[in-house]
């Protein structure tokens, strides 16, 4: 660190200053003044930056989690311009592959992908990802993040169908999973009209409480479209009385968005303030 | 379980701030300044900062200023950079010193990192993350300078970085994600901009952080992390929801998350502890007002009657 505090120091821009900083760095990655000194040496030097590239990528290996690092990696690729564009999503797919939601990670990718392109193979990449774990947030994220932003794809209205269908399936896999419902209500919001004639969606829901009568994401989501306008069918009805007498003989008069909030009083006690704020606040 | 270890923790903290040579101190060199706010802020909230020499303190910080910008690096000898810069502003507010710095110099660096979006960077080198948007919001209303910005498109930036989901990312269209969710807050509230916030559906998605385990995480299906009782707590606090939460639950997980031996806060229980997660389980703790402890701000986040010397005493 002495050597390197010495050069720092008088602004020494050498190959030996680069040196000193690469054993500096590999001690401490951490380091941001040895990052900015090592930039400075770099373009004095005008050093091959696919080299440094492979340097820092080696690196980010050991330290994925580590803001220097990125950031360096950021600093290169916009040098290295749109040509490196894919040799980049093919090092933070590898990273991901490892740490699937590292948030530096998805962080890089997103700006690689705006600033430099290489657009076409993004939502299969995300698909691949959901296929391995379908609870990866991060993955769910980056899927709206292509929709909408890809200029190789249609945008929102486009592909919102086949959204829905695609988070839908997503629902049904594993119900428990938060990422999917806040998906779908994500989809909903430009079209509140669809939320209540889609039928996709009471069959959704009345699919999973059959079987999960505990998912509170689903109870919750019905809540939602009951108190948005949604008439609900015999069906849904039934669902809801049918549950709600089993845990509470004295809802019998109470209207189905009550009940609701009641039963996930119940079942998520956890957030159970929640739960009496939305029951006091339904309007009918 | 039982109770907060008050003396303990401030034993831990005493020690690391005279530890210089061991391998966590050395590797953690380059941003001691925040170390430095973590400690500080956490004895002063467990009424403990008398067994610190503010002079010594001070002068180290200085020390650690930049003079031809007027930021600060993390340690002496280090570029300045705008997340020193504000532990620096941060620790001589605690110590009643904002007196000992030019105002107008440090002011100015920071608000030299506003790009024409609105967004800010966090030094010269052009990284770009809301966390920055709050560093300087934050910074610059201690030093009530906020007028040096452009603080209407410092709103709009943060509000572009907003998701459906109620939450916020580090850049637009980022995942939401707890500590990135209280840098955007933090921010939009010191500006009086919480309006843009839908309370209701943020609130909700803050409130499912909180897991079986009674702990919060920071994003869906990530595991909880005792920092998370700072991000999602102040937030929802900022928010007014922070009643959707278990609190008992949440104390019991930061109080289970301690050291009661060696003193210290740990990420989860029976880890190794470390400044940076003992700040946040007794930050969190006297968010809930756990007894014994100062109030703190959820959006400043320095102890309330700091705050309140720095604007109501004038």
Same mark, same amino acid.
């Not at chain 1, 845990?247 to 968005?257: I, K, R, V, Y």
């Not at chain 2, 005493?14 to 001691?32: A, G, I, T």
């Not at chain 2, 003079?67 to 110590?95: C, I, M, R, W």
């Not at chain 2, 897991?211 to 920071?218: A, S």
């Given at each position: 660190?002495?050597?390197?505090?010495?050069?720092?120091?008088?602004?020494?821009?050498?190959?030996?200053?680069?040196?000193?900083?690469?054993?500096?760095?590999?001690?401490?990655?951490?380091?941001?003044?040895?990052?900015?000194?090592?930039?400075?040496?770099?373009?004095?030097?005008?050093?091959?930056?696919?080299?440094?590239?492979?340097?820092?990528?080696?690196?980010?290996?050991?330290?994925?989690?580590?803001?220097?690092?990125?950031?360096?990696?950021?600093?290169?690729?916009?040098?290295?311009?749109?040509?490196?564009?894919?040799?980049?999503? +093919? #090092?933070?797919?590898?990273? &991901?592959?490892? =740490?699937?939601? %590292?948030?530096? !990670? *998805?962080?890089? /990718?997103?700006? $690689?992908?705006?600033?430099?392109?290489?657009?076409?193979?993004?939502? +299969? #990449?995300?698909?691949?990802? &959901?296929?391995? =774990?379908?609870? %990866?947030?991060? !993955? *769910?994220?980056? /899927?709206?993040? $292509?929709?909408?932003?890809?200029?190789?794809?249609?945008?929102?209205?486009?592909?919102?169908?086949?959204?829905?269908?695609?988070?839908?399936?997503?629902?049904?896999?594993?119900?428990?999973?938060?990422?999917?419902?806040?998906?779908?209500?994500?989809?909903?919001?430009?079209?509140?009209?669809?939320?209540?004639?889609?039928?996709?969606?009471?069959?959704?829901?009345?699919?999973?409480?059959?079987?999960?009568?505990?998912?509170?994401?689903?109870?919750?989501?019905?809540?939602?479209?009951?108190?948005?306008?949604?008439?609900?069918?015999?069906?849904?009805?039934?669902?809801?009385?049918?549950?709600?007498?089993?845990?509470?003989?004295?809802?019998?008069?109470?209207?189905?968005?009550?009940?609701?909030?009641?039963?996930?009083?119940?079942?998520?006690?956890?957030?159970?303030?929640?739960?009496?704020?939305?029951?006091?606040?339904?309007?009918? | 379980?039982?109770?907060?270890?008050?003396?303990?923790?401030?034993?831990?903290?005493?020690?690391?701030?005279?530890?210089?040579?061991?391998?966590?101190?050395?590797?953690?060199?380059?941003?001691?300044?925040?170390?430095?706010?973590?400690?500080?802020?956490?004895?002063?909230?467990?009424?403990?900062?008398?067994?610190?020499?503010?002079?010594?303190?001070?002068?180290?910080?200085?020390?650690?200023?930049?003079?031809?910008?007027?930021?600060?690096?993390?340690?002496?000898?280090?570029?300045?950079?705008?997340?020193?810069?504000?532990?620096?502003?941060?620790?001589?507010?605690?110590?009643?010193?904002?007196?000992?710095?030019?105002?107008?110099?440090?002011?100015?660096?920071?608000?030299?990192?506003?790009?024409?979006?609105?967004?800010?960077?966090?030094?010269?080198?052009?990284?770009?993350?809301?966390?920055?948007?709050?560093?300087?919001?934050?910074?610059?209303?201690?030093?009530?300078?906020?007028?040096?910005?452009?603080?209407?498109?410092?709103?709009?930036?943060?509000?572009?970085?907003?998701?459906?989901?109620?939450?916020?990312?580090?850049?637009?269209?980022?995942?939401?994600?707890?500590?990135?969710?209280?840098?955007?807050?933090?921010?939009?509230?010191?500006?009086?901009?919480?309006?843009?916030?839908?309370?209701?559906?943020?609130?909700?998605?803050?409130?499912?952080?909180?897991?079986?385990?009674?702990?919060?995480?920071?994003?869906?299906?990530?595991?909880?992390?005792?920092?998370?009782?700072?991000?999602?707590?102040?937030?929802?606090?900022?928010?007014?929801?922070?009643?959707?939460?278990?609190?008992?639950?949440?104390?019991?997980?930061?109080?289970?998350?301690?050291?009661?031996?060696?003193?210290?806060?740990?990420?989860?229980?029976?880890?190794?502890?470390?400044?940076?997660?003992?700040?946040?389980?007794?930050?969190?703790?006297?968010?809930?007002?756990?007894?014994?402890?100062?109030?703190?701000?959820?959006?400043?986040?320095?102890?309330?009657?700091?705050?309140?010397?720095?604007?109501?005493?004038?």
């Amino acid at each position: 660190m002495d050597y390197f505090r010495a050069v720092y120091v008088a602004r020494e821009l050498s190959p030996r200053a680069l040196r000193l900083t690469t054993e500096a760095l590999l001690r401490n990655p951490g380091n941001y003044t040895i990052w900015h000194f090592r930039r400075l040496v770099i373009d004095a030097l005008d050093s091959d930056l696919v080299e440094e590239t492979l340097f820092v990528d080696n690196l980010a290996e050991a330290n994925s989690k580590n803001y220097q690092i990125w950031h360096h990696k950021r600093w290169l690729a916009e040098k290295l311009g749109p040509e490196a564009a894919n040799d980049d999503h +093919d #090092f933070t797919r590898f990273i &991901l592959c490892h =740490d699937a939601k %590292n948030y530096h !990670a *998805w962080s890089h /990718r997103q700006w $690689v992908l705006q600033k430099l392109g290489g657009w076409d193979k993004e939502l +299969d #990449f995300c698909h691949q990802l &959901l296929e391995e =774990d379908i609870f %990866n947030n991060s !993955a *769910w994220n980056q /899927r709206f993040f $292509v929709i909408t932003r890809s200029p190789l794809l249609g945008g929102l209205s486009a592909m919102w169908d086949s959204e829905v269908d695609y988070t839908i399936k997503a629902i049904l896999q594993n119900p428990s999973n938060e990422s999917p419902w806040r998906y779908l209500q994500g989809l909903y919001k430009g079209n509140p009209d669809s939320l209540i004639t889609d039928e996709r969606i009471p069959q959704l829901l009345l699919n999973i409480l059959k079987e999960n009568s505990y998912c509170v994401f689903a109870w919750n989501f019905l809540l939602d479209v009951l108190c948005k306008g949604l008439r609900p069918n015999k069906e849904i009805e039934e669902a809801v009385k049918g549950f709600t007498e089993l845990d509470d003989a004295g809802s019998s008069d109470q209207d189905l968005p009550t009940r609701i909030c009641s039963a996930l009083e119940r079942m998520d006690p956890i957030r159970v303030n929640y739960w009496a704020w939305r029951k006091s606040n339904l309007t009918l | 379980m039982g109770e907060l270890a008050v003396e303990k923790h401030a034993q831990y903290i005493l020690s690391v701030e005279k530890r210089k040579d061991d391998f966590e101190s050395l590797v953690m060199e380059h941003l001691r300044l925040n170390g430095a706010y973590w400690g500080l802020t956490t004895l002063d909230i467990m009424h403990k900062l008398g067994s610190v020499n503010s002079d010594e303190v001070v002068t180290w910080i200085l020390s650690c200023q930049d003079k031809e910008s007027g930021g600060f690096g993390g340690n002496v000898g280090h570029d300045p950079h705008v997340l020193y810069t504000l532990s620096a502003v941060q620790v001589l507010a605690l110590l009643d010193r904002l007196d000992a710095v030019d105002v107008d110099k440090v002011s100015d660096y920071v608000a030299g990192l506003q790009k024409e979006d609105g967004s800010f960077a966090g030094d010269i080198w052009g990284e770009i993350d809301t966390r920055f948007s709050y560093v300087a919001i934050c910074c610059l209303s201690l030093l009530h300078r906020l007028n040096k910005i452009n603080v209407e498109k410092a709103v709009d930036y943060i509000v572009s970085c907003k998701n459906l989901d109620g939450g916020f990312g580090s850049i637009p269209g980022g995942e939401s994600h707890a500590g990135q969710i209280f840098c955007c807050v933090g921010a939009l509230a010191i500006t009086g901009s919480l309006h843009h916030v839908d309370r209701d559906l943020l609130g909700w998605w803050l409130c499912e952080r909180q897991c079986k385990d009674g702990g919060l995480n920071g994003r869906p299906e990530k595991l909880t992390d005792v920092c998370y009782s700072w991000w999602v707590l102040s937030s929802l606090i900022m928010i007014d929801r922070v009643h959707w939460i278990d609190k008992n639950k949440l104390s019991k997980f930061i109080l289970n998350c301690q050291d009661i031996e060696k003193g210290g806060i740990s990420d989860r229980p029976d880890n190794a502890v470390d400044v940076f997660h003992t700040y946040f389980g007794v930050a969190g703790l006297s968010l809930m007002e756990y007894p014994g402890l100062k109030p703190i701000d959820p959006a400043y986040a320095l102890p309330a009657d700091v705050v309140n010397r720095i604007f109501f005493q004038k």
